[in-house]
């Protein structure tokens, strides 16, 4: 063998392992195991970025606090006169009727109703400025809100007004539908309706061309919540 063929050898021989996956002593490839924090942020990142890919504007905050303060903020700068308010999963949401009210606007709460004065109520929401609503969970996959509905925390308060803000914590976010359904489970989703918001609402109905707001919110605010040590 030649000189240069002795070489060619050596660099094939070289690159062939390189090439080769790193192995353990045992032979089988070493798996990494990914954290609860590095989940999280995975999850979480994803669900901001393809929520902004079809529309949604995110405001990321470290507490339950920050996040009534943020909703307040956001009502004035939009010029919010009346505002539906849901019941909230979290506690410490409670506050944020009692801010915004400070600021005069007027509160609309979701309380359950009778049959019949569900058509006042149903007109009292759809003349409000803003919904604001907390999410049981979401859609990492594809920038989905799930929100499960009851009769204190109705659909039509994140459908009927112009503009929606949906509170979100990053705990909650799960990587596609099939872990939705896993994880809210057949039985409760047969029992109470899940609405499934994936940016703001939009149609090609028109001559074919995007229109916002037809059909549900034109301005969809996400308000996620991370936990105060990330």
């Known amino acids: 063998m030649s000189e240069f063929q002795k070489l060619l050898t050596d660099v094939k021989n070289a690159l062939e392992r390189t090439a080769e996956p790193r192995h353990h002593a045992h032979g089988a490839p070493v798996i990494v195991p990914m954290t609860e924090v590095a989940r999280r942020a995975e999850l979480g990142s994803k669900f901001v970025r393809e929520l902004q890919a079809v529309g949604g504007q995110v405001i990321e905050v470290g507490s339950e606090i920050e996040a009534v303060e943020k909703i307040v ?23 944020v009727d009692a801010e915004l009210q400070k600021h005069g606007m007027t509160v609309i709460r979701t309380d359950p109703v009778s049959r019949d004065d569900f058509a006042q109520m149903r007109a009292r929401l759809a003349r409000a400025d803003l919904g604001i609503v907390e999410a049981d969970y979401a859609i990492a996959a594809t920038g989905t809100i799930a929100q499960i509905a009851t009769a204190s925390r109705p659909r039509l308060a994140s459908l009927l007004p112009p503009a929606s803000v949906i509170v979100m914590h990053v705990d909650r ?19 109470n309706p899940m609405v499934l918001i994936t940016g703001p609402s939009r149609t090609a109905d028109i001559e074919k061309r995007i229109v916002l707001g037809v059909h549900g919110p034109k301005d969809l605010y996400v308000i996620l919540i991370w936990p105060k040590d990330e």
């Open 73 to 95: 903020e956001l009502a004035l700068r939009i010029g919010v006169r009346s505002a539906v308010s849901a019941e909230p999963i979290t506690e410490e949401l409670t506050a």
């Open 173 to 191: 976010i799960v990587p596609d539908l099939a872990a939705l359904v896993r994880t809210v489970g057949p039985e409760r989703i047969s029992e």
